[in-house]
């Protein structure tokens, strides 16, 4: 590998604000927060809206998530006249 093209691969919080669980994994991802883990070091935090925690997929809870009214403005732009 080429050195200095590819991005920073480092140990990232991971924080589903759905289910309020948190994942101590690695990532390219960087953020300005930072939290401490249960180690008592400090890493970047990563807020997400949906994760293995509470996709339905993984939990068999049904949920609907629909965060900025994506299937309101779909029909608003394409609704026929």
């Not at 609907?64 to 309101?72: L, Q």
């Amino acid at each position: 590998m080429r050195k200095g093209i590819h991005p920073e691969y480092r140990t990232v919080v991971f924080h589903d604000t759905q289910s309020d669980t948190k994942f101590l994994t690695k990532s390219t991802l960087n953020s300005k927060e930072k939290v401490k883990w249960e180690d008592g070091n400090e890493y970047p935090l990563i807020k997400v809206e949906v994760s293995s925690a509470s996709h339905p997929f993984y939990t068999g809870k049904k949920i609907f998530v629909d965060t900025a009214g994506r299937v309101e403005k779909f029909n608003r732009r394409y609704k026929k006249k």
